[in-house]
């Protein structure tokens, strides 16, 4: 059982800058950490260094935290954020387009014949939930996010101030983490 009280006191102390605070709360939740990870990276090198990404990140962004969301839901966005980086990634070096049936077939190639049934649970859970954007929200999450696309190129492909377009990132991002989690 996590304990509430006693991580808000050691997310408080990690702000301050201790760094053996953050040392328990990573330990703590260094379990959910890997298994988040290991679900979507199979390989087990880069699942390690998908780990310490995400490990980097959080000491990098403890600050941010805002307690607008748990701290466990808060580190699973950033686990799950870092997997999406991993997966761009690859798709940078194999330098083509690729759509979300694209991404999820790299997927499914990686995953063994008992993981496959989990992995099209997977897609049509995040195909729902991509359906049920707005448009233009789900138009960026698409170009940010499978089409690797910057703000600035957003922006113009959408004529849309880059401002809204980062608004319309985040809240299409929060919408995806609550039903997603």
Request: contains cysteine.
């Amino acid at each position: 059982m996590i304990d509430m009280d006693n991580d808000l006191k050691l997310v408080e102390q990690a702000k301050e800058g201790s760094n053996s605070a953050f040392n328990k709360l990573f330990n703590k939740y260094n379990r959910l950490i890997s298994h988040v990870v290991k679900s979507l990276v199979k390989d087990d090198y880069d699942a390690e260094e998908t780990i310490c990404t995400v490990m980097i990140k959080l000491y990098k962004n403890i600050k941010k935290y805002t307690y607008e969301i748990s701290f466990e839901a808060w580190i699973k966005t950033i686990a799950i954020n870092c997997c999406i980086d991993y997966f761009r990634k690859i798709k940078n070096r194999q330098s083509k387009t690729e759509s979300l049936t694209g991404l999820d077939n790299l997927l499914v190639d990686e995953l063994s014949e008992d993981n496959r049934l989990a992995n099209e649970n997977l897609h049509e859970k995040i195909s729902n939930a991509l359906e049920s954007l707005p448009k233009r929200k789900k138009r960026v999450v698409e170009l940010y996010f499978f089409e690797n696309k910057s703000y600035n190129e957003i922006a113009r492909l959408l004529s849309t101030p880059e401002g809204t377009i980062k608004s319309d990132l985040s809240r299409a991002k929060q919408k995806l983490k609550k039903i997603l989690t």
